[in-house]
């Protein structure tokens, strides 16, 4: 019993792993009507899910945990938001990107397109 258990927890991982890698922006803006982000985002898809909700601090609590140039850059990217740029550029640079001049929805989308591939 265990392990048919076990064998569904890997094949319900490797078809969350397979969606996910296949989503598209429009999938990803369509999950935002719900209550709560799809299971199995990362932490920076959340944060972008946080985001398009108005959440920024949950976005920017999930932001923090990610020590990644992705992670800077959507740290960056909410400090830009916030109309906070000096601290803005700090992560901008620690994302090895200049200060993005985009509108922020433009920005947004970048950023998704980026971490869903």
Partial sequence: MWKASKR??????VCELFTYNTMTIQEF???TSKESPLPGLSNLLQAMWYDA????ESAHNLAQEVETRDGSWLHAYLHRKEGDLSNASYWYSR????????SLNEEWEEIVQALLR
């Fill in 29 to 31: 803006k369509e999950s």
């Fill in 95 to 102: 994302a090895g990107k200049p200060l993005c001049k985009k």
């Fill in 53 to 56: 909700k108005g959440d920024w």
């Fill in 8 to 13: 569904n927890d890997i094949a319900a991982a």
